[in-house]
């Protein structure tokens, strides 16, 4: 595991207190304001890629509405902000995915996202809507 996205993991872990960084930096879970997140590290062309994925809970939970919502931003995010939604095979969750270092950013960046990623999911949650 390259020493910059190390780095940047045992950083972030202690901005927000996390104990074990190295089980976050090998994907985790830990919880930022009651979404569950992990980390996944891609590394493509000498540069560290880190994917943020975020847990906004049991697709039975949404309704049709929501449905249509999380697949129209895709056709938007996907290509301004290399994020999605997409439905965990493995729990039924839907899963929220971004790409957030593409090049050398640090850890106050991480978390940044990380929060307003759990805002979203929060908003999602209380109101139905999906507000970035």
Known sequence: MPNSFKHAIIEFCELIKLSDADAIANGGAFDVNGTTFSI???????????????????????????????????????????????ISPLTGSIIYSRKIFPQGSNSKHLLHNIIKIA??????????????
Do not use: P, W
């Open 40 to 86: 996944s590290r891609l590394h493509i062309n000498d540069k560290d890629i880190c994917i943020v994925f975020a847990d906004f809970g049991s697709i039975f939970e949404f309704g049709e509405n929501q449905h249509k919502l999380f697949l129209e931003s895709n056709f938007t995010e996907f290509i301004s902000t290399n994020s999605c939604f997409s």
């Open 119 to 132: 805002d979203m999911a929060d908003k999602l949650r209380k109101n139905g809507q999906l507000i970035y």
